[in-house]
């Protein structure tokens, strides 16, 4: 969660960034501020336990609050490896502070402490577009959205299930769905690890308020041989005409480890009675439900971006990431807000990972930090980057080299906004 800060920078009065130090209540109503939100005392006692307060950072106006900057710890996914990150949330400027360098300031100092802790990336889900890329992030991410009538979600081919599917409790979600996703992680890159307080906030938790007119939430599992091996959460948007039910399904995850649990999964949801459409707003780029239906078309499919990473340490994100084959490549790295990562890295990459140590060698590409970050889950290639204007090609082939190299089986996805 972001709030931009765009305009001239003026400074009528000093603002520190420095760790917040306060409860739970004076975070949470700092933090409202910002997004025009509202929390109660239930939301406040549920997000308390997820919330990270010691890595909670906050500009004081005096002693007053007038920004925020939190994260999420987790291990994300990336091409042949797992890796600590950052997750970035909980950013914002009050209004009445706004134009004043207060979120350039949170930002720096942010990401000092990402680096003292050992943290090589950070990942974050931005509000507006704009705001991110001037502190080196890049758009890594992109996501699906659906919204396809009843009728024309027929499948290409007839199926005998294989498995079963059962609705469970909210107090079973944790136990039933989380070692699945937790063995989808190494699967695709751009998922990231969750505590048992993420579950419950950002999954499980479901005040009426928040539905936007809909059901409670359900929970669907398959299981395979009494296994689980995918699982849904949606919800249902009843309504009603003089011609009968017109409702629809909101699909807010879906989660499946075989192409048999995942095909069982949307049969289901795609013909929930006393409904006439089903709509997700995340899914991977290259779904695979493009190719089960007869007529994709109908899946009135859209793209859009979604997380955004940042390399931290560019030396210990490019040694540790896996690598499509062999090759040897020099990069120029341009990075002001981060001048640790300044400089020319040679990267000489294999299927486990890479050595990378700084050279005086002739560059083969020269990019951004923000590049660095768009192609380094494998999502965005150079070559894209290249059509952009975006990167300088020093050697000629270097950027098909690089995409050789980068490239991976299934397109980078993050499962949820935090």
């Not at 400027?93 to 990402?114: F, K, S």
């Not at 699906?144 to 469970?168: K, M, N, T």
Request: with cysteine.
């Amino acid at each position: 969660m972001t709030i931009a800060e765009p305009g001239p920078i003026i400074r009528p009065m000093q603002v520190d960034v420095r760790p917040f130090r306060g409860t739970a209540r004076e975070w949470f109503d700092a933090v409202d501020i910002s997004f025009g939100h509202q929390a109660n005392d239930e939301d406040v006692a549920v997000f308390e336990e997820e919330m990270e307060f010691d890595r909670a950072l906050a500009a004081y106006a005096g002693d007053q609050v007038v920004g925020t900057a939190g994260i999420f710890s987790f291990d994300l996914t990336v091409p042949g490896a797992s890796l600590p990150a950052a997750g970035v949330t909980m950013v914002g400027v009050h209004p009445t502070h706004r134009r004043r360098g207060i979120l350039t300031a949170m930002m720096r100092a942010q990401l000092g402490a990402i680096h003292d802790r050992g943290e090589a990336l950070a990942i974050l889900w931005a509000s507006e577009g704009t705001i991110y890329g001037r502190f080196g992030y890049g758009l890594a991410t992109f996501k699906a959205s659906i919204d396809i009538e009843r009728s024309a979600a027929a499948f290409r081919e007839h199926h005998v299930p294989r498995g079963s599917l059962r609705l469970i409790d909210a107090d079973e979600v944790l136990a039933a769905c989380g070692p699945i996703y937790d063995r989808y992680l190494p699967m695709r890159a751009g998922t990231f690890s969750r505590s048992p307080a993420f579950w419950r906030a950002e999954v499980v938790y479901d005040p009426e308020r928040w539905r936007r007119g809909g059901g409670p939430a359900f929970y669907l599992l398959h299981e395979t041989d009494g296994a689980g091996d995918g699982y849904a959460r949606y919800r249902m948007n009843p309504d009603w005409d003089e011609r009968g039910p017109k409702g629809g399904v909101q699909v807010t995850e879906i989660v499946a480890l075989t192409p048999e649990a995942e095909r069982e999964l949307w049969a289901y949801l795609l013909a929930v009675d006393l409904t006439t459409r089903t709509r997700v707003n995340n899914l991977p780029v290259d779904t695979p439900l493009r190719f089960m239906l007869a007529e994709p078309r109908r899946m009135g499919l859209t793209v859009t971006d979604a997380a955004w990473l940042r390399v931290v340490d560019v030396q210990e994100a490019l040694s540790r990431r896996g690598y499509a084959g062999r090759d040897r490549l020099v990069l120029e790295l341009h990075d002001p807000f981060l001048p640790w990562n300044v400089g020319r890295w040679e990267v000489e990459a294999m299927q486990s990972g890479a050595r990378v140590a700084r050279t005086e060698a002739d560059p083969d590409l020269i990019l951004t930090a923000g590049d660095l970050g768009a192609v380094y889950l494998g999502g965005v290639r150079m070559a894209e980057l290249a059509l952009a204007g975006r990167i300088e090609e020093c050697t000629p082939g270097a950027v098909g080299r690089f995409d050789a190299l980068f490239a991976t089986a299934l397109a980078p996805w993050c499962p949820a906004t935090f």
